[in-house]
């Protein structure tokens, strides 16, 4: 046998593995049999992963299932684990075997290696420390990853809720700021009642908050675990009192509040809690979507668009056009965002796919989900710091292209009645000529009349018209 490997022994035979690798057999036969992607685990999911170990050692020790001294070793490697010490030992395509075997007996057999050196023992020794046997007693894969997901979108939440959280308040204080730049407002892409660019700021500031706000109800759900149900729920090779303790040990060393699932069949067999956080990703996605195309069309231009808004100038647009200048970042963040819609496409085909007392489609839920929350996080961030927070207001050509909006003739309904606003908006439309120009040149309002009228809180919200009528 070489030097640089050792013999190790499964079910299925022997393999040589690397010597100094704190993976072990069944790791490497993963890693031979799952080529799809090249994409290994994120690290929420192995911090996570190790910290079920963690609670799990913690619980058999307490129970009297496990012994002290191993029991600490394999806490200790765990921890380690869990702090990033061994990432690159975790080796397994993100698509591998159903329900998350392989990965599960990757961070086993890493556990396993390194608490056997904690206790003066050579890797691959598994009389000191099985992977199986001690690091994975009381649990299934079928519990043990599903317990893990749950665990590492918790973790992984505030790089997603603290962006987003940003980007609201960023939308609130340009909400503040253009609060008194009145412009048309559009509906059908056509003129209508004004607002004030404030008001469109707003809107996208609250639709941003109440995203945050299903998210987080959506994360309370990941907060039930049926650790202890191991393969089918009935907690078969665990003590009557595990359930109980490994949850009160998985609070404790993950510092997350867990609350043992009332039906651990279920627990199992379903990932409906999983399908709700990914549509609440696909839900935010769209409103991101939405948001950033109105921050493009109203950046349209500059000469030949509505231009009412100037977005910061980051690069340089066209490899022909000289001093072409694009709206780059809402460009990447419609671009995460499809790709955040159709990982909630491949979650939900996933979800709908367990069969019987187990859904074994985990890994793809596994990978979609902590990707989506990954490269939103980071667009959202460079979004509001690269384009949002440094949008400037055109208010000249608000002002201008809300005098020759169709939409004014709207105001003059309650003073001159539809009828005749209808007529003053079609030969606006005919002419060219404003709003404003045609019921003064034809005395339907005198200029102090009109002037009135324009008041930002008669024409922008509910106000007292008896008090322009008296004038």
Not at 190 to 214: H, I, W
Not at 354 to 383: D, H, K, R, T
Request: hydrophobic share 40%.
């Amino acid at each position: 046998m070489p030097e640089s490997f050792r013999q190790e022994k499964d079910s299925l035979g022997e393999r040589m593995v690397p010597k100094d690798a704190y993976y072990g057999i069944q790791t490497l036969r993963a890693r031979e049999n799952f080529q799809a992607s090249g994409i290994r685990p994120k690290r929420a999911f192995i911090r996570a992963t190790a910290l079920v170990k963690h609670a799990s050692a913690s619980a058999n020790m307490l129970l009297g299932l496990l012994d002290k001294k191993t029991a600490s070793a394999i806490m200790k490697a765990s921890t380690e684990a869990a702090e990033g010490l061994f990432d690159e030992e975790f080796i397994v395509d993100v698509y591998q075997a159903g329900a998350g075997t392989s990965h599960n007996m990757n961070a086993n057999e890493v556990i396993a290696n390194r608490a056997i050196e904690l206790l003066g023992g050579k890797k691959g020794d598994y009389s000191l420390v099985h992977p199986n046997d001690h690091v994975n007693r009381s649990q299934s894969t079928n519990d043990a990853m599903p317990t893990a997901l749950r665990l590492a979108i918790l973790i992984s939440s505030e790089t997603l809720l603290a962006p987003l959280a940003s980007f609201e308040s960023t939308l609130r204080k340009k909400s503040r700021e253009f609060s008194s730049v009145i412009k048309s407002g559009r509906t059908h892409l056509q003129d209508a009642v004004p607002v004030t660019l404030g008001d469109e700021f707003g809107s996208y500031a609250s639709a941003v908050k109440n995203s945050g706000l299903r998210l987080k109800q959506a994360l309370e759900r990941m907060k039930t675990t049926g650790l202890g149900g191991t393969a089918v729920g009935t907690g078969m090779n665990t003590h009557p009192l595990y359930r109980d303790t490994v949850t009160k040990e998985l609070s404790k060393v993950s510092g997350v509040r867990f609350v043992k699932a009332k039906d651990p069949f279920e627990a199992l067999n379903s990932m409906a809690d999983f399908a709700s956080f990914s549509g609440e990703l696909r839900n935010l996605s769209l409103e991101l979507i939405r948001i950033s195309n109105d921050l493009r069309l109203l950046s349209s231009g500059p000469n030949t668009g509505l231009s009412e808004i100037r977005l910061p100038p980051l690069q340089p647009g066209s490899s022909i056009m000289p001093g072409k200048v694009n709206p780059v970042m809402a460009e990447m963040l419609s671009m995460v965002c499809f790709q955040v819609v159709g990982n909630d496409a491949a979650v939900a085909l996933a979800v709908q796919a367990g069969q019987l007392e187990l859904n074994v489609m985990g890994p793809v839920v596994n990978y979609n989900i902590l990707q989506s929350m990954e490269i939103l996080g980071s667009a959202i961030a460079a979004f509001t710091d690269k384009c949002v927070a440094g949008i400037k207001a055109d208010a000249k050509r608000c002002a201008m292209l809300f005098e020759r909006s169709a939409g004014l003739a709207t105001l003059l309904n309650t003073f001159i009645g539809y009828d005749k606003a209808a007529s003053v908006a079609k030969e606006a439309l005919r002419t060219g000529e404003t709003i404003k120009d045609i019921v003064i040149g034809k005395g339907i309002m005198t200029g102090k009349e009109w002037d009135r009228l324009m008041d930002p809180a008669l024409i922008t919200g509910p106000a007292d018209l008896k008090r322009f009528r008296k004038g």
